[in-house]
Each structure stands twice: as C-alpha cells, then as structure tokens.
C-alpha cells in the first residue's frame, strides 16, 4: 500500500485507535493510536524543529495496523507506504526504527525495553554484532532514528494525554507539501 494523500493517511492514523501491536493485545499498554501520539509529542520536544522527525515518530509503527502480527517486517511495510507521501529522509527513519533498537540494545545492553519489545528484538534479528552496530553508526540518519527509537520506547504510557491527532494535520501537509516539491525538482 502506498499512501498518496494527507487525507488518506489521516484515515489510517484514526483506525489505529483501539488497533494493537499485537492482534490478541498481548503487546504495549497503549495503542497504536496512543503511541504515535505520544511518540511524536516527545519528539516535538526534544527536536521542535524536525517536521520530518516528529512525523516519522507519528507514522512509525502503522505497518502493524497495514499487516497485522507482522513485528519483523512492520518496518519496511510502514516506510514504503509513507515514502511516495512524507519523502526519502521520513521513509528510511521509519525503516531505521527497528535497526536503531537492535542497535541500541547492542551499544547499551543495560537500557530498558518494554516486555513487547524485549519478545520482538529476535524475530527482528536480535542484539546488533560490533560490525552491525559499526555500519549502523555511520550511516547519515543514524543518530537521528535513535532519537526516534528513545521516543518510541518512551512513548508507551497508558493514560498519558498526548494531544489528538487532528494537531498533526498541518504538520503532515506541510512535510507532504515539501517533499512534493522536492519530486518536482527532480
């Protein structure tokens, strides 16, 4: 699936309320509708001037609303579906989520994860070797989906009131807006 329009990404945010990481609901305490709210208002804090930041931190993890079950590959589902919509640098900072945590589990082995996450690091290729972890360091974005992946992990607390979706709308149409120029120039 690939998502061509504000509107039509919008749709699909809202269907992640009361949609789990887990089909039977076994995963995070929030759900993906809870969590990409608050994944990205942390993000807003920490980088306020990172559009592309903060709206990777929303759309993360909808690939688990796209396919279901699918910890391992709920990625890349994500980043393709966004990338014709939010651009290149949003596509691959949803990609590097998973990465960043496979890496971070690496470099900080003492760092807490949730119970969910700790059950998906193997089915989603497990703690980083050196030499992963060294080619995952260089890469350009690299700090840049770690500080997405800290959100990520943070942002998984029941009750906590993160605004509402519709505050994110401007901010999606501006990200959409600049990478639709940007594919003009090309």
């Not at 009361?18 to 089909?23: E, N, V």
């Not at 910890?71 to 919509?85: K, N, S």
């Not at 990520?152 to 999606?172: I, N, Y």
Request: contains cysteine.
């Amino acid at each position: 699936m690939e998502l061509r329009s504000v509107e039509e990404l919008m749709d699909l945010l809202y269907a992640c309320r009361g949609a789990w990481d887990t089909p039977d609901r076994t995963g995070d305490p929030v759900d993906l509708h809870d969590h990409a709210l608050q994944t990205a208002a942390l993000l807003r804090r920490s980088r306020p001037a990172d559009k592309e930041l903060q709206v990777a931190g929303l759309v993360h993890d909808i690939g688990h609303r796209l396919r279901p079950g699918d910890d391992a590959g709920h990625a890349d589902l994500a980043a393709d579906a966004v990338r014709p919509l939010l651009g290149e640098r949003v596509s691959r900072l949803v990609r590097l989520h998973v990465p960043a945590k496979r890496y971070l589990a690496s470099v900080c082995p003492d760092r807490a994860l949730s119970a969910q996450s700790v059950r998906t690091l193997t089915a989603q290729g497990g703690v980083m070797t050196r030499a992963e972890a060294a080619a995952f360091a260089r890469d350009p974005l690299a700090e840049d989906a770690v500080t997405l992946r800290q959100a990520d992990d943070a942002g998984k607390v029941p009750g906590l009131d993160a605004g509402v979706l519709e505050d994110w709308r401007t901010v999606l149409e501006l990200v959409a807006a600049r990478n639709s120029r940007l594919g003009v120039a090309d």
